[in-house]
């Protein structure tokens, strides 16, 4: 869930990365950003669904801030697929620089509140079974101790199934990243966004020490999920 105005991030995350912001160089983002508080219009490069700054969503999903918001990310071999609150807005081969990395929750702008946060493996191109068997929890009984913080901190909590990060300095960009790496997989979770300007994302397969960059980075791959002003 993204707050009013925010935006807010999962991200797939290299190991031994240390302070500093991170922005993402070398992995991929899926962004979360409540559009109507941007402050300027954004671009279809840049709007909720996209691969941030390469690839446009088409369509554009409808998530708006301050409410539940559905995410489903599958990434297979070369294969991106992103869908938020049911739509498919990305669905095509991107240039990966790796074939595993860690997963990310960003901070970054505003709070942002992440639950239902389960991944699966995919072999051969299919889950590694049908239906719910599978999933796995990746924050079990409020449990951050598969995750470490990264780059700028702020305050990260998980009670009753939800997991809150609120910035420390919102001019300073951190992530909670996966201690596990992941290939083949499916990821799925429900985010809600708040505050003034919110912003945070996803990002994949990120490398065991990544460099830590400004967001121009021509290695950056980030996917965007924000909330379109109407």
Known sequence: RVPAGGQGELRGVPAGVGGGDIYGAEFAEVQLVDEAQAGSPI???????????RYPSDPAPT?????????????VGDRLTVTVNGTKCVDRDVVWDRAAGKIGLQKNRGGSEFRNVRV??????????PGRPGWKD???????DGWEELGSTGRWS?????????????RRLGMLASKAAYKDFELRFEYRLSGRTPNSG??????????????????????QFQHDAP
């Open 158 to 170: 998980a009670r009753d199934g939800v997991v809150t990060v609120t910035p420390d300095d919102p």
């Open 120 to 129: 699966r493996p995919v072999a051969g191109g299919l889950p590694a079974s």
């Open 202 to 223: 996803l990002f994949l397969r990120l490398p065991d020490a990544p460099a830590v960059v400004g967001p121009e980075s021509a290695d950056n791959i980030e996917f």
């Open 43 to 53: 671009g279809p490069l840049n709007r909720t669904g996209s691969v941030w700054n």
């Open 63 to 75: 998530a708006p801030a301050g409410q539940w918001n559905r995410l489903q990310v599958r990434a």
């Open 138 to 144: 990746l924050f079990p009984n409020d449990r951050l």
